[in-house]
């Protein structure tokens, strides 16, 4: 790929020295600015907390790159090229880069508040009960042929991302399922992808530190379907919001919903602690499925795995076979056993993502629901209150903790969400999450469901800017072993 090959694919405004620097062959592409290795391209652009645009014209000083695409006229001494947004034309360009990877695959993407990291796991499954080698993408890290890769964010960087997508062909892997979260899409972190389907589950209050409103919350989301990024839109339509983007659709849209009125919906079901059992409705073909996930809201992710694979032609055979071989997903109502009441942890982060839970959780139990739960820290606060009165209210106690209070006063996010409470006879208040565990833990009884919320799969707690080793579910087991109940 030369200068010139990716200057017709981002298309810039004005280009400066382009004839001079045009046929270089692009070995190397930067995007940091603390990269100072040589490369072929840097790209420039105005992120949340640093503008590198500042830095460009010295980047080409120093040597560190023949090329410059930044967001502003850098004079006529650089050569350079104008974009509009640098990161997705940063990421159009890695796409060719890696060799638009994405053609290899039969892809799937699934975007919304709560539920994709759950979905991408069930269409995995799918896939590898397809007899195909995989590519899973997301909160809980990157699986590439069974090799695992931490990832900082849900979506990863577009280096990152197209990187793996990459690596997955050279390994053979024929499917690829990915989260993709708001905040790349706002950022056009996966431009110059196309999924052959994506997934919209719902769409409830988070993020609005990042997008400020529900609106702009939505239209980002919405982006995935109506840009052209996706062949197939397969839209959980028992939401508002999903109502709303279904509208929009003008081809290749599939439906699912848990209350009917869809092209995918069940026809009849039933759970408890052990997991789903039921017969669905696609296009109007019925089909048995056993799940070890619990929870109506679990029958939704399914749902839209099941509408994925639709998309893609998974025979019915593998999709019911990968449905009924997924037992768990890390940190998505994972079981901790061992005691006489049943533990479950969550990744559960916002208001509606915990009523579903708990909704969920009262028809599986006679006995009491205990939750432990708290809300992170420089992240949206708008929900905190939210929290704390859904918690309340569906829980017959909830003890109110830290989760991530980052840089944060652990207090002020704890006295954020109880003024959302009004009834504080059931609330237990314990900064230290673990005290709060063990609190819940040493008050459980027979019959009884514990509930921790909020950090799921995560092995670390941020204090300040420092990750400290913290893990709910090894939390967990050490009170019950300590109170002697395994």
């Avoid at 060719?96 to 759950?118: E, M, Q």
């Avoid at 990187?163 to 892997?173: P, R």
């Avoid at 993020?207 to 990024?229: R, V």
Wanted: overall charge negative; some cysteine; charged content about 25%.
């Amino acid at each position: 790929m030369r200068i010139n090959d990716m200057l017709l694919l981002i298309a810039p405004a004005e280009t400066c020295g382009a004839e001079e620097r045009g046929n270089l062959e692009i070995n190397r592409i930067a995007f940091d600015s603390r990269d100072r290795k040589k490369s072929s391209v840097f790209f420039a652009y105005k992120g949340e907390t640093y503008d590198s645009n500042a830095d460009a014209i010295n980047i080409y000083e120093e040597g560190a790159a023949d090329f410059i695409v930044a967001e502003k006229y850098l004079g006529p001494s650089v050569p350079h090229a104008v974009v509009e947004n640098g990161r997705k034309a940063l990421s159009e360009t890695l796409s060719a880069f890696f060799g638009s990877p994405l053609k290899n695959y039969k892809s799937a993407a699934v975007t919304g508040t709560n539920g994709k990291t759950t979905t991408t796991y069930i269409l995995d499954s799918v896939f590898r009960a397809a007899g195909g080698k995989t590519v899973r993408i997301g909160t809980t890290g990157a699986e590439v042929a069974g090799r695992l890769y931490p990832l900082d964010n849900t979506t990863p960087s577009a280096y990152e991302f197209f990187s793996l997508l990459a690596e997955g062909v050279k390994e053979g892997c024929s499917y690829a399922s990915m989260e993709i979260s708001s905040h790349a899409l706002a950022q056009g972190r996966v431009a110059g992808a196309k999924f052959n389907a994506a997934v919209f589950t719902n769409l409830t209050g988070d993020h609005m530190d990042f997008h400020k409103t529900m609106d702009n919350y939505f239209e980002a989301k919405a982006s995935l379907f109506d840009s052209g990024m996706s062949e197939w839109k397969v839209i959980n339509t028992g939401h508002d919001y999903g109502k709303r983007l279904a509208e929009r659709i003008k081809s290749g849209l599939i439906t699912f919903s848990v209350k009917g009125e869809a092209d995918i919906y069940p026809v009849d079901y039933k759970f408890d602690v052990g997991g789903i059992e039921g017969v669905l409705s696609v296009f109007g073909r019925k089909t048995d499925i056993r799940s070890g996930l619990t929870g109506e809201y679990n029958l939704e992710n399914i749902l839209g795995a099941v509408g994925a694979s639709y998309a893609l032609n998974v025979p019915e055979k593998s999709v019911t076979e990968g449905i009924a071989a997924l037992d768990s997903v890390p940190g998505r109502l994972e079981r901790v056993g061992g005691a006489p009441f049943t533990v479950f942890v969550d990744y559960a982060h916002t208001d509606d993502a915990l009523k579903n839970i708990l909704v969920s959780l009262r028809g599986l139990t006679c006995g009491r629901i205990i939750t432990v739960f708290g809300a992170g820290g420089d992240r949206d606060g708008s929900k905190r209150p939210r929290m704390g009165k859904t918690a309340s209210s569906l829980s017959d106690t909830a003890v109110v903790t830290s989760d991530n209070p980052r840089t944060e006063d652990p207090d002020k996010i704890i006295a954020d969400i109880m003024a959302g409470i009004t009834e504080k006879e059931n609330v237990i208040v314990e900064p230290d999450r673990e005290k709060a565990i063990e609190a819940a833990v040493n008050m459980a009884s027979e019959g009884d469901i514990i509930l921790i919320a909020g950090k799921g799969h995560e092995n670390y707690q941020i204090i300040g800017k420092t990750k400290y080793p913290f893990d709910d579910r090894l939390a967990a087991e050490k009170y019950i072993k300590r109170a002697g109940l395994c």
